[in-house]
């Protein structure tokens, strides 16, 4: 029996990663753009649990479908933690991808490569109507960059280095970041509920 499964987000990075790494399982998946009247989700929790299960909560009732959600983002120990749960929104509506690395660079200006730790976090959420709700988290450690570098991924991966590689996220070919990403850790968690729950879906 085919599973069929929503994906609760409408940032194209995030779909095609979680795609390419669903693919070949065997499960109809929709975007969530599928459904265009379905009312905007507000991620105002103040964890990335929270927001994860309010998409993924939203998206189950209003398709009557299993829904994945995934909240994520970009923690900096000399920040406090910062930008968390705000980093698609950091500094502001409206800045693009490179607006918001830049300005992280420049508020950790001066800050040493050993206190420049960070790391990327991703909080997954599968919510089964008339069923239960399933929640996994993936962890990326890493350094924050002195200067971005690399052309592939989105969002703060220019800037997001990984000692182990000698590289950022970005200069990693898409296959390899699919690999070792805090997403794909999530996913990789979360397939094996799935493939567990199997027909039931």
């Not at 709700?133 to 690399?150: L, N, Q, R, T, W």
């Amino acid at each position: 029996m085919t599973i069929r499964l929503v994906v609760a987000t409408k940032n194209p990075g995030k779909m095609r990663e979680l795609e390419a790494l669903l693919k070949g399982e065997g499960w109809e998946i929709f975007p969530l753009t599928a459904f265009t009247s379905m009312p905007p989700v507000s991620e105002d929790g103040e964890t990335f649990v929270e927001n994860a299960l309010k998409k993924a909560r939203a998206a189950a009732c209003f398709t009557g479908m299993a829904a994945l959600a995934d909240d994520s983002g970009l923690e900096v120990d000399a920040l406090g933690g910062a930008p968390g749960v705000h980093s698609a929104r950091f500094g502001g509506e409206g800045l693009s991808d490179s607006e918001r690395y830049l300005l992280l660079l420049k508020m950790l200006e001066g800050v040493p490569w050993r206190e420049r730790t960070a790391r990327f976090k991703c909080v997954m959420a599968l919510v089964v109507p008339d069923d239960k709700e399933y929640v996994v988290e993936g962890v990326c450690e890493g350094i924050i960059a002195m200067e971005p570098k690399g052309e592939g991924g989105f969002g703060y991966d220019p800037v997001f280095y990984l000692p182990s590689y000698g590289k950022t996220m970005a200069q990693l070919p898409a296959g390899e970041k699919n690999r070792i990403s805090h997403r794909a850790k999530a996913l990789h968690r979360m397939r094996e509920i799935l493939r567990r729950l199997g027909g039931r879906l």
